[in-house]
């Protein structure tokens, strides 16, 4: 699999990433947003993340304390926003994760996500691959940076213009 980073949105403190994934329509945190905001009562989590994405990169920074830790990766919301619901099927839901790379404090790559139904994001059958993606694409970019294929500078991903991510 091959991936392309783009750059999506920069903000006073944060410039924000996204991943295209060859043979995909859209990228993937554009595919996190169509797919929750095609259900109505996931409209206002999905505000608030993208508010809670705006004010950390007019506001505070990348902060590591905003951030929810999955392993390599992050998700959003932050650890402070709590959501628990039981569902029409009995179904207990924890709201939606959106999974990220926080890679400093001033660089964020967004991916995908979903409504997490277990206490456990690897073990949740919509959020388990969101989160299974998000730490294989942190162990690629960890080492891509590490072999100086990757650098970041200030607010900036510097990537040569035929660089790919091999997943």
Known sequence: M????????????????????EGR????????????????????????????????????????????????AEALPEPK???????????????LRLYCLRLTEQVVLL???????TTEASECINCGKHFNFANLVANKINKDIEDGTLSIYGKEIEIDDDYVLYL
């Open 111 to 117: 991916l995908n996500g979903d409504i997490k139904t």
């Open 81 to 95: 926003y709590h959501y628990l619901e039981v569902n029409e099927e009995g179904i207990t839901e924890y709201g």
């Open 2 to 21: 091959i991936a392309e980073i783009l750059k999506y949105k920069e903000f006073r403190k944060v410039t924000y990433y996204v991943l295209k994934v």
């Open 25 to 72: 329509k859209n990228h993937e945190f554009n595919d996190f947003i169509i797919r929750m905001n095609a259900i109505e009562r996931f409209k206002p989590e999905v505000g608030k993340i993208l508010q809670f994405i705006k004010d950390v990169g007019d506001k505070h920074g990348a902060l590591r304390k905003l951030f929810r830790h999955e392993r390599l």
